[in-house]
């Protein structure tokens, strides 16, 4: 069974970091293309960050650019974020999410374009 597990969420003060990390069983993770979503209160889901197979390509969001770094280890199933100089605007539930890649290049930068998706982890961001 297809599973997605997220960690790593918390409570911080702006510009201080997190870290997020998701496992992935039950999947050929080296034929996934990842991708991180957030959800606040009230907003769109929106896409922040994604990642090809490989790892060799990455995508973010304008938001977050320069700020957040995504990557994955296909040794051990696994895709973090890396979030620095966070904003209090940055508060969301945070989802990992997957689907199978039809080229080793490719991102999807579109919530919609992903099939699976974890439980999702709370990151809240105080001023």
């Known amino acids: 069974q297809e599973q997605l597990v997220e960690s790593g969420g918390g409570l911080v003060q702006a510009g201080g970091s997190l870290r997020l990390s998701c496992a992935a069983s039950g999947v050929t993770f080296d034929t996934f293309a990842m991708g991180w979503v957030r959800q606040a209160p009230g907003k769109d889901r929106e896409l922040v960050a994604a990642i090809s197979t490989s790892g060799g390509r990455t995508y973010y969001a304008d938001s977050v650019k320069g700020r957040f770094t995504m990557s994955r280890d296909n040794g051990k199933n696994t895709v973090s974020l890396q979030m620095n100089s966070l904003k209090p605007e940055d508060t969301a539930v945070y989802y990992c999410?997957?689907?199978?890649?039809?080229?080793?290049?490719?991102?999807?930068?579109?919530?919609?374009?992903?099939?699976?998706w974890g439980q999702g982890t709370q990151v809240t961001v105080s001023s």
């Open positions: 999410a997957g689907r199978r890649a039809y080229s080793g290049t490719v991102t999807y930068t579109f919530p919609n374009q992903y099939n699976y």
